[in-house]
Nanobody, 124 residues
Framework: QVQLVESGGGLVQAGGSLRLSCAAF????????VGWFRQAPGKERELLAA????????YYPDSKKGRFTISRDNPKNTVYLQMNNLKPEDTAVYYC?????????????????WGQGTQVTVSS
């Protein structure tokens, strides 16, 4: 069993940056691939970035390349999402998710554990 807790969300002005953290708790918390998703009101949940359990491989959908960077610190059981040049359309609830296995996971239904989410609001 793995528990995920997101933090780092908040209110930021357009053009600003935020770094989200996803802390994992559990006996083998570092042995999971992790993804960051977001969901805005009235929209489907979308993948922003994914990282392998070792941190050696990352994936970004084409539309998300450039402003988002995923990284992990396994000794701290924490995965980060650095977000730069934020825009009002980035306003959403941001979630991290963990999947058993070592490789990149691109499909939300293949994730086994989800955090409760953290709100990010970008003002214009």
């Amino acid at each position: 069993q793995v528990q995920l807790v997101e933090s780092g969300g908040g209110l930021v002005q357009a053009g600003g940056s935020l770094r989200l953290s996803c802390a994992a708790f559990g006996r083998t918390a570092s042995s999971y691939a992790v993804g960051w998703f977001r969901q805005a009101p009235g929209k489907e949940r979308e993948l922003l970035a994914a990282i392998s359990w070792s941190g050696g491989n990352t994936y970004y959908p084409d539309s998300k390349k450039g402003r988002f960077t995923i990284s992990r610190d396994n000794p701290k059981n924490t995965v980060y999402l650095q977000m730069n040049n934020l825009k009002p359309e980035d306003t959403a609830v941001y979630y991290c998710a963990a999947a058993r296995g070592s490789g990149i996971v691109r499909v939300s239904t293949q994730y086994d554990y989800w955090g409760q989410g953290t709100q990010v609001t970008v003002s214009s």
